[in-house]
């Protein structure tokens, strides 16, 4: 297999990087970030050379970052490898764990960017570190203001400035020298957003303006950025005098994939005609989605209906701007060469944040990219992979993929999956996108042959007849339902999220747990008002992206005539099933109303152990059920809480709480938003009083669980 790298390098200028200039545009993708990663380590090790005069690279959020450390890696003097490179380094170790809070104090944010620290000072290690003499590249990034802009000199702007774009350039001085970075101008009559750069020890501004444009909103508190705005025909200098302060968030939220900046250095420096445009975007694959053709099909209700328009109205504003551009440059997309994705990724689950919660993941979706980019580099240089395996797992997966994504049923013969980790993750990507493609109407044909093969009829048991058999899509089954699912059929085990191979159906439990503390975390440093409603609403919240019930639960319930206190837990932590069987404990007083009849209190003190089962197909994320059966022993005032005393000479429901007697009770319950419960309970005496009486109450209680 080095042989045959070394082939490919010293062929490198068949490639499609060579003898080309490029403007590479890299996406915001929260945890798809990683893929990028994968895809551009390798796509810059096999044409690094030609990558080293003049490339620009243009970025958004996570897309920032990755353009970047491509900087980084392409001037960088010498080659990395794969786990010792700045991409992976970058990417590994970014859990979730590490975002929370570690102290209460006053947020305006959910998670915290002290984990970011450890990231930054790799960076800034390969920055002092030096890049080759003379390599130079362009970088451009996309922000968002906090608060737009609406004057500027106290002149009032015809728009509000809102979307900021800063551009650089950076030029390598040799092994042990900082490299030069500077404010680059378009030269095009518009206003520009310049950073105080001096001479040397820029760092900090760097990693500043990389927090920015990756401050994702309400995950992370906005980042305040010094800089200034330098108007046409001014001296371009970014001193003291010209300095601001505002704050800025992800520039992912209005230009996601700032294609514009590219096409604006690439004129400023003319080298239009001679650039090519690489656009790359984890979310675009190279087969079609199989929601994308439920069209006319009607929301349930008004808030999926309100959810659905949200979701749509923040994927057009992240879009918008790369929409209008391409509208107004129709010769720019003739030129546009867009990196498709070619088989599911294990991130991309609850809206690209599922990465974050499992380094395999990550380290799956790294690898997806490094074959997807060694794949398609090669076919486009007119190179043939090498098939012979070599004594590495991860040319061996390689060599695995290619055959896949070529339907080269030879090469497929000599596959082999286990049961690690990365394998199951292969097995459940094949099987998404078999599924996905399986359902896609006739009249697309997709480009990925792995889909065009599923669509036709194919199945996984023809590619590999030992494949199991019942890993179809339910019809009622979400996209993510599958995904655990199968998961879960193949044992995974979520090690970060402390789950063994048979707990791997509570992944998504933890999951919802994990993001339910990282909000209590965040609201334990507000006032007390916005404090309980984070905390309370946390729950109920979550149950939108995956209803399970609640570990734990305590409730408060209020009724005429009686009061209920108490906590319910879980029997089983170890598998979804069993967290909808419960078992309780509490404290009930009846009689409360008997203040009004006999003009004092009469109270019966219940304490209770109790069985719940919750009707999981009746239950959602809006409202869920309870069915309980209760045991327990009643204490009378009017008896001095002396037990076995039961002497009422009527069967009167005004009676019963004069009674300490066992007693069983039925209740059923109803929990709104996780946060109301109303309940009706019927309680009854196990037997018979001194009077041959038998005794029953019945109550209605409305209350709140926290």
Known sequence: MKVFILFALLFSHHFAFAQKKHAITITGGVSLGVYEAGFLYEAIRLSKKDLQNGTVFTGASAGAMNSFISILETCSPDQKEMKDSLFWKSWADLNIDDFYYKEAKKKSSLLSRESFNNLFSNIHSYWEKGLKKDCKAYLALSVTRKNPLHFIKGKKLLSPRTIESFYFVITGRGQGQEPEIKNHNLNDGSIHAYLPFKKSGNFEIIKNIMMASSSFPLAFEPEPLAHCLIYPQEPQECNKSKLRVDNFIDGGVFNNGPLDLAYKVSKSIGKIQSTDFLFFDPEIQNYPLAQEEQVGVKEKSVLSNSMSFITNFILSSRSSQISNFLGAHPQIEKKLQLIKGEIPLASDAISGFFGFFEKDFRAFDFLIGVANARRNLLKKSGIKFDFNRSSS??????????????????????????????????????ERLFENCRILKNTYIPENK????????????????????????????????????????YQFEFKDLGLSKDEASMGLVKVKHKLRKAIENAADGQEIGERVLLKNLSAPMLNYLFYSPNFSEKYLLFGSNSFDFGISNVISKSSVPGL???????????????????????????????????IKAISNPTIQNRLELRLGYQLSSKQKFKMGVCNVPNDFAESFPHCSHPIIAGVVGLHFFDSIKIQIMYQKAIKNNQNNKSLSYLSLLFGFVF
């Not at 909808?580 to 004092?600: C, D, M, P, Q, V």
């Open 393 to 430: 797992p991860v040319d061996q997966f390689l060599s695995c993929y290619v055959a896949l994504q070529d339907l080269n049923h030879n090469e497929l013969k000599r596959c082999n999956f286990g049961d690690s980790n990365f394998s199951i993750l292969l097995k459940v990507a094949l």
């Open 450 to 489: 792995l889909c065009h093969f599923s669509q036709g009829g194919g199945t996984l048991n023809n590619l590999f007849p030992n494949w199991s058999k019942n890993y179809q899509k339910k019809k009622t089954e979400t996209s993510l339902d599958f995904l655990m699912r199968r998961l879960s059929y």
């Open 580 to 614: 909808y069987h419960r078992y309780n404990f509490g404290l009930t007083l009846n009689g409360i109303n008997s203040y009004e009849n006999a003009g004092k209190w009469n109270i019966g003190l219940v304490p209770y152990l109790g069985y719940q089962y919750e």
